[in-house]
């Protein structure tokens, strides 16, 4: 006989996580809700490109405009946000075609003369009009003053004295932490759904038997959960990757530093929440034999997840409410709530500290009575098996 | 060796398992029978590790089974079990390093399996697809395909069609000269009778009757004769000392041969009345055998 050494269990964990991860990467749904989630994160970046404050901008002809009416224009324009872009026309004829065809949102004839006339397609483009009337009355002032012999200084810059300066640009670090909470949210449903029909299935099919003849209980659950944790540790990573680079690329962030922070405090989140809700699910699905059953015993782990999930939404609101403040210590909301909290700068570093302790505990008790149900339950098909039952009967 | 030995398990009202033993030696073949309910697949699940025996043990090689040397057994559980969406060589190498085969070795194994029990075009298709005589032969290379020292088997006749009794049957005896101890229950006990050296009845939990096919029926008390002597006078035999008549029809006469009884001075009587066409022992099938074992009370053989 061929002495065969008997797999050490880091390899039996490992064999089992890998064919987690090969045919769950192969699978349709699994392709389908990744590539759904990245289509998520884009759409919500050019729409923040599209929606931002910043981005406004209007093209103004001129006709016998020169470089000083130029100059008014634009800098009229910095004064309301937007950017100016000017183009010099020979006559009013061919500025005229040009506002009837679209190419530039108003003309300014004679800016600098006596007579300024402003060329519009309709009343509506008043922004365009606003900042040529803007740039006339300017020069008209500055010729005047120039005229009385007057030299213009320009006015002394003023220093800003910010008082809290690390609530600078948490606008945008509470969106980004929200984003990150709703694929947070939406990969824990995800990835519990996926070991809950990974458990599920092993049970109807029976092939548990064959399982357990050759391993643990808790051997063939840890991989399990490590094999689609890895799996979905990959895919937030990517997420992550991906939005990161496309806000970088469209320009969306004013502070790409505390932006990847924020990314990063949430993968951080989502391996805590993955480990407590992976494990509870399995737990949950282990109790019966059928995938039909497998709502209601899931239904209490989804509702807490919701529930966090709005929680986090209104923390992004008011991150200092009472609501957000306790819920962001409760385990299995702390992973949805905390992040807000944290980007809005709201959360101190002991709150942090503690929420993540609370968080352990709770993974820790959840991973051993979880896994006593997971193994009572196992071997137990047909009806559902009641709670109680598991626990009292592990392998009996 | 692979021991059964005083394997005890209740089960909530019922008896379930009341001890007894059976003792499996390398290369041999022994089967199981027993009614439904009587305790084959708990003893197997116990074997495995897959239930817990409230006293008693199963021993391979003198030493209680744990987990590294359960991992040396093929197993085909009663509950036919695989995963659904798998595909079928994938899945056998999936089962054979999980029995501690290498990569390679795995897939090789996976590979000769399908091969030898004709689901070589079948090794890329899932299992769900195929139908239930296949995955019936996949079950069997799951428990085959981690080179196994042992073999136990659930049932794994039911649900074939002959052909595949016939390459399940060669496959198993194939293990069996190897040296692999092979342990299989079966409702089939024409079954049983061909293939095992040994068998073994179960029946309230314990083992009733264990030794090989000729031992049980020498164990079997009150073995019958048949003598057909067409001349005979009715009432011939029920003379002769030591002789109860079971049965006698048109010459054809059923004895039971008290102990010590000569049944060579039977012969001779029965030569007295005349021709004598045939004379015999009866030899009980495994049926009756079975039959008479599940019947009697409580008697460990």
Known sequence: MTGIASPSTAARIRLVAGREITTRARDKGFLISSAVIVLLVLGVMVFQLLAGGSGSSTTIGTVDGGAQVEQALVRSGEQVGTDVTVTEFADVAAARQAVADGDVDAVLVGGAGDDPQVVVESSRDDAASGIAGTAVGALSVARQLGEQGVQLTPPPAIS???????????????????????????????????VAQGVVEEKSSRVVELLLATMKPWQLLAGKILGLGVLGLIQIVLIAVIGVTGALALDVVDLPGQLIGTVLTVIAWFVLGYALYASIFAAAASLVSRQEDLGSVLTPTTLLLVVGFIVSIQAA????????????????MSPLVMPVRIAAGEAAGWEIAVSVALMLVAIALVVRIGGRVY???????????????ALRAERA | ???????????????????????????????????????????????????????GQVRWRGQPL???????????????????KMKVAQQLAYFARLHGLTAADAAAAAEHWTERLGLGDRRDERVEKLSLGNQQRVQL?????????????????????????????????????NGVPVVFSSHQLDLVERLCDAVGILARGTIVASGTVPELRAAEGGRQLRVVAPDAL???????????????QRGDTLLELGPGTDDQAVLAAALRTGRVTHFGWREPTLVELFREAVAAPAVAA
């Open chain 2, 141 to 177: 290379a799951a428990a085959l395909v981690g080179r196994p020292e042992v073999l136990i088997l659930d049932e794994p006749f039911s649900g074939l069609d002959p052909v595949g009794v016939d390459s399940l049957a060669e496959a198993l005896l194939e293990q069996c000269r």
């Open chain 2, 66 to 84: 744990d987990e590294a040397s359960r991992q040396r057994i093929g197993y085909m559980p009663e509950e036919r079990g695989l995963y659904p």
């Open chain 1, 317 to 332: 609101q008011d991150p200092g409410s009472t609501v957000a403040t306790v819920t962001s210590f409760v385990p299995g």
């Open chain 1, 375 to 389: 193994a009572g339950a196992l071997l137990r098909t047909g009806s559902k098996v009641k709670l109680r039952e």
């Open chain 2, 234 to 248: 009715h009432g011939w035999a029920g003379a002769l000392p030591g002789v109860r008549v079971v049965s006698e």
């Open chain 1, 160 to 194: 800003y004295d910010v008082l809290d300066p690390a609530t600078e640009g948490n606008g945008q670090q509470v969106v980004v932490a929200l984003l990150g909470v709703v694929v947070l949210y939406a990969l824990y449903i995800l990835f519990g759904q996926f």
């Open chain 2, 1 to 55: 060796m692979l021991e059964f030995d005083g394997l005890h398990k209740a089960y909530g009202g019922n008896q379930g398992l009341q001890g007894g033993g059976v003792t499996v030696a390398p290369g041999q073949m022994d089967g199981v029978c027993g009614a439904n309910g009587a305790g084959k697949t708990t003893t197997m699940r116990i074997a495995m590790g897959l239930a817990r025996a409230d006293a």
